[in-house]
């Protein structure tokens, strides 16, 4: 029953990566204009144009480019870049990631902080002036646009308090505070209302009561015996939602002008540059693809009615 567990799963994510990729290519190839035209200008030279339509194989049939597109794929090169062949596509993703993987990390650690206490205060105090407080700054997070709330933490940590640096000083630890803020501020919200709704629920339990009954301290009861049951769905939205924070870093790359792969994607759209689109959309696929499978198998370990469904 495991194996068939595990093979349902990684059969699912394969079809799932599979069709991201198919999706993406049809998609970059059916924006209209000419993408050499994009990329050299109108103007350029026709013999320039010509080699970078061969370097681009967009002299070829779809489904020759597609094939050559899972060939680069399997080789791990993910193609080459254009005009320059000495760079490939998978170098240029491997010196963003790092960067964007940092910030997603520092991102989840953000809202892991702020939402477990908002949480566990609000069930704790169910429809009391806590909850109240606490459900209206899930709320809040929620409801800030990124693009508003990224330029006002500029506005007053940076340019106005001068506690931490901004756009022009990313390095280290210090520049990952506000880009991190802003980027797990939504995801806080999230997880800080599944907290309150699942510790609600564990806490009317026949064995929280039971624990109660035999007088352990309430902190007891709530850290030990309750939280630690509540906290398995909240775990595995956070761990599904790690994945769409690579995804979701780019608005955020862009406002604090940090590389990564969001800002790589995003330059590689204006410019049509194929290889490297697909090349991004196919990383940031199989990493949300992986987490999901990841936290799908630590679940279903984790409960074995998951495995038999």
């Not at 144009?49 to 399997?74: H, I, S, W, Y």
């Not at 809202?111 to 908002?118: D, K, Q, T």
């Not at 629920?201 to 309750?226: F, M």
Request: with cysteine.
């Amino acid at each position: 029953m495991r194996g068939s567990f595990l093979g349902r799963r990684l059969l699912s994510s394969l079809s799932a990566i599979f069709g991201v990729s198919v999706l993406v290519f049809l998609l970059v190839h059916l924006i209209p204009g000419d993408p050499i035209d994009n990329l050299l200008g109108e103007r350029a030279d026709p013999t320039d144009k010509a080699e970078m339509r061969r370097c681009m194989d967009l002299d070829q049939t779809l489904p020759v480019q597609f094939g050559r597109f899972l060939v680069n794929v399997a080789d791990g090169t993910l193609g080459h870049t254009c005009p320059d062949r000495r760079r490939t596509v998978a170098s240029l993703i491997g010196e963003a990631l790092p960067s964007t993987m940092a910030l997603a990390t520092s991102a989840m650690v953000v809202a892991l902080i702020l939402a477990l206490p908002l949480g566990i205060i609000a069930a704790l105090r169910p429809r009391s002036a806590l909850d109240a407080t606490a459900t209206a700054i899930s709320l809040a997070g929620i409801s800030m646009p990124a693009m508003w709330l990224g330029p006002l933490l500029l506005a007053i940590f940076y340019v106005g308090l001068q506690w931490l640096p901004g756009p022009a000083d990313q390095a280290g630890l210090a520049g990952l505070v506000l880009p991190s803020f802003m980027l797990g501020t939504h995801l806080m919200a999230m997880l800080a209302r599944m907290t309150r709704s699942s510790l609600l629920e564990v806490l009317g339990e026949d064995y929280v009561r039971t624990a109660r009954a035999k007088g352990l301290s309430p902190t007891r009861v709530v850290l030990r015996h309750a939280l630690r049951n509540a906290l398995v769905p909240v775990i595995t939205v956070a761990g599904i939602q790690f994945g769409s924070l690579l995804a979701g870093a780019v608005v955020t790359e862009k406002v604090f002008a940090r590389p990564g792969i969001g800002t790589l994607l995003l330059e590689a759209i204006s410019r049509r540059d194929y290889r490297v689109v697909q090349g991004c959309t196919l990383v940031i696929a199989v990493s949300y693809v992986t987490v999901n499978l990841l936290v799908d198998l630590a679940y279903g370990l984790a409960d074995p009615r998951i495995r038999v469904q």
